[in-house]
């Protein structure tokens, strides 16, 4: 008889592995439903990782701008000073409204220019919001085209004052066919408005929209349910690259519109040149930041670096904590997953100690019967998989949280769960597979390997 061809002996070896599945049904029946269960319940946890990860690292831009040259600064008000602008009086106990304005509008642009003048700096600006500030997401609006305001698409919404250098200063560019970022930054009419190529893209099909007109669109709320109503119209001045309100924003759609004029809870923005190493810029003027920095009653308390001051921003917010305590649950469920599954193989292999010690005295070498038990495990697992991921996708498909975009990450009326739901499904469930397939393999692994190196005659003997 000569000998097989490769296809045949594949044939022979599923053949060998489906009919040992089926023998051992009974058993593999309590597997394959604890891989079910497991799946089933390792897809919510794996989809937040995912989500949260996909959202932060792997959006393209990821808030895209350069940030190693960018420095924050705060105002306070010196102590003495503090105690006239609470007084209830004016004249010679306190300070009037105007007086009060005039001192803090000219102390902060007093501060602001002293910063730049010095060599280190290439640009300052007066700002209300910059970018990364409000990380739990609290300026999301929705924007339609003027003529369609069904079209929503909701935004992350960023202030900025004009005539202060904004856009150059946070480091956005705008795209080709738009007003330069100078331009931008100048006085704009009242009802303008700056957008990210990306929403232009997702409302008007094109990034070329300036001069087009734009709707804020707003959710009202009534006794006899919930509608959508126009807030105001707005004239689209320009266009800069994408770019994320926040690094956990999925969607890098943003708007800048500005508030009326500069205020006393303005912040400074910097912009130091190429050269300068913005961690040692901020170590040289800590220690005398409060004496060398103030005019009128204001005084420069804060200063540091943007990415500093981000990573600040994560910890007074809980968000690193949060990340912590979702940690914590994933990590116990994890080794709860791999001690029962452990457990479980182990018995189970060392119950065909028998059949191994057959299959090694007609000859089968140990690396066949390792592999083979591994085989089995693996199409065990993809089926019980599958299993477990229909049993999810019930919850998926039925669950108004996930159609409605209240997910980590998502901008609202824009989901991936809306527009993308296959390929995250089946994104999820692929990663959900190869975690479990992991777990089963090493399960497998250590005991088979131990029994397989046995000796024919040792592995048949009575325990």
């Given at each position: 008889m000569g000998e097989m061809s490769e296809g045949q002996r594949g044939s022979m070896i599923m053949r060998l592995i489906l009919k040992n599945l089926w023998a051992h049904r009974k058993q593999n029946g309590w597997i394959f439903a604890e891989i079910a269960i497991i799946t089933a319940l390792s897809w919510f946890m794996v989809?937040?990782?995912?989500?949260n990860n996909y959202s932060t690292y792997f959006c393209i831009p990821a808030g895209d701008f350069e940030k190693d040259h960018l420095c924050v600064a705060?105002?306070?008000?010196?102590?003495?000073?503090?105690?006239?602008?609470?007084a209830e009086g004016f004249g010679e106990e306190g300070y009037s409204e105007e007086e009060l304005w005039e001192h803090h509008m000219g102390g902060m642009y007093a501060i602001k220019q002293k910063l730049q003048d010095m060599p280190e700096v290439q640009s300052v600006c007066l700002t209300y919001q910059y970018l990364y500030e409000d990380l739990r997401l609290y300026d999301w609006r929705r924007y339609a085209p003027a003529d369609d305001t069904l079209k929503m698409v909701s935004a992350s919404c960023k202030f900025y004052y004009q005539n202060e250098h904004f856009f150059e200063t946070q480091g956005?560019?705008?795209?080709?066919?738009?007003?330069?970022?100078?331009?931008?930054?100048?006085?704009?009419?009242?009802?303008?408005?700056?957008?990210?190529?990306?929403?232009?893209?997702?409302?008007?099909?094109?990034?070329?929209?300036?001069?087009?007109?734009?709707?804020?669109?707003?959710?009202?709320?009534?006794?006899?349910?919930?509608?959508?109503?126009?807030?105001?119209?707005?004239?689209?001045?320009?266009v800069v690259e994408d770019v994320k309100g926040a690094p956990s924003e999925r969607y890098p759609y943003t708007v800048f519109i500005t508030p009326s004029t500069p205020n006393n809870e303005s912040k400074l923005l910097l912009r130091l040149k190429p050269d300068v190493d913005a961690e040692e810029f901020v170590k040289k003027l800590t220690p005398t930041l409060t004496q060398e920095f103030h005019a009128g009653i204001n005084v420069l308390t804060y200063l540091d670096t943007f990415n500093h001051h981000f990573e600040r921003q994560k910890e007074n917010n809980g968000l690193a904590l949060i990340a912590q305590l979702a940690t914590v649950p994933l990590v116990l469920f994890a080794i709860i997953v791999i001690l029962g599954t452990l457990g479980t193989y182990w018995l189970q292999i060392r119950k065909r100690k028998e059949d191994i010690g057959i299959m090694r005295a007609f000859g089968a070498s140990t690396r066949r019967i390792f592999f083979t038990l591994l085989a089995e495990g693996a199409i065990l697992t993809a089926l019980a998989s599958l299993l477990g991921d229909i049993i999810w996708f019930q919850f998926l498909a039925s669950w108004p949280l996930l159609s409605e975009g209240n997910i980590k990450g998502t901008s609202g009326m824009e989901t991936d769960w809306v527009t993308q739901f296959w390929p995250h499904f089946l994104i999820v469930s692929f990663i959900v597979f190869l975690l479990i397939l992991l777990v089963v393999s090493i399960a497998i692994a250590l005991p088979a390997w131990k029994i397989c190196r046995m000796s024919p005659v040792e592995a048949l003997r009575d325990e």
């Amino acid at each position: 008889m000569g000998e097989m061809s490769e296809g045949q002996r594949g044939s022979m070896i599923m053949r060998l592995i489906l009919k040992n599945l089926w023998a051992h049904r009974k058993q593999n029946g309590w597997i394959f439903a604890e891989i079910a269960i497991i799946t089933a319940l390792s897809w919510f946890m794996v989809d937040y990782l995912v989500v949260n990860n996909y959202s932060t690292y792997f959006c393209i831009p990821a808030g895209d701008f350069e940030k190693d040259h960018l420095c924050v600064a705060q105002f306070g008000v010196l102590r003495g000073e503090e105690e006239k602008t609470n007084a209830e009086g004016f004249g010679e106990e306190g300070y009037s409204e105007e007086e009060l304005w005039e001192h803090h509008m000219g102390g902060m642009y007093a501060i602001k220019q002293k910063l730049q003048d010095m060599p280190e700096v290439q640009s300052v600006c007066l700002t209300y919001q910059y970018l990364y500030e409000d990380l739990r997401l609290y300026d999301w609006r929705r924007y339609a085209p003027a003529d369609d305001t069904l079209k929503m698409v909701s935004a992350s919404c960023k202030f900025y004052y004009q005539n202060e250098h904004f856009f150059e200063t946070q480091g956005l560019q705008a795209i080709e066919g738009s007003p330069a970022t100078e331009v931008l930054s100048r006085e704009l009419p009242q009802d303008a408005i700056i957008i990210t190529r990306s929403l232009a893209t997702m409302l008007f099909g094109t990034d070329q929209v300036v001069g087009k007109r734009i709707a804020m669109v707003d959710q009202m709320y009534s006794p006899d349910g919930n509608y959508y109503q126009v807030g105001r119209y707005h004239t689209i001045a320009g266009v800069v690259e994408d770019v994320k309100g926040a690094p956990s924003e999925r969607y890098p759609y943003t708007v800048f519109i500005t508030p009326s004029t500069p205020n006393n809870e303005s912040k400074l923005l910097l912009r130091l040149k190429p050269d300068v190493d913005a961690e040692e810029f901020v170590k040289k003027l800590t220690p005398t930041l409060t004496q060398e920095f103030h005019a009128g009653i204001n005084v420069l308390t804060y200063l540091d670096t943007f990415n500093h001051h981000f990573e600040r921003q994560k910890e007074n917010n809980g968000l690193a904590l949060i990340a912590q305590l979702a940690t914590v649950p994933l990590v116990l469920f994890a080794i709860i997953v791999i001690l029962g599954t452990l457990g479980t193989y182990w018995l189970q292999i060392r119950k065909r100690k028998e059949d191994i010690g057959i299959m090694r005295a007609f000859g089968a070498s140990t690396r066949r019967i390792f592999f083979t038990l591994l085989a089995e495990g693996a199409i065990l697992t993809a089926l019980a998989s599958l299993l477990g991921d229909i049993i999810w996708f019930q919850f998926l498909a039925s669950w108004p949280l996930l159609s409605e975009g209240n997910i980590k990450g998502t901008s609202g009326m824009e989901t991936d769960w809306v527009t993308q739901f296959w390929p995250h499904f089946l994104i999820v469930s692929f990663i959900v597979f190869l975690l479990i397939l992991l777990v089963v393999s090493i399960a497998i692994a250590l005991p088979a390997w131990k029994i397989c190196r046995m000796s024919p005659v040792e592995a048949l003997r009575d325990e």
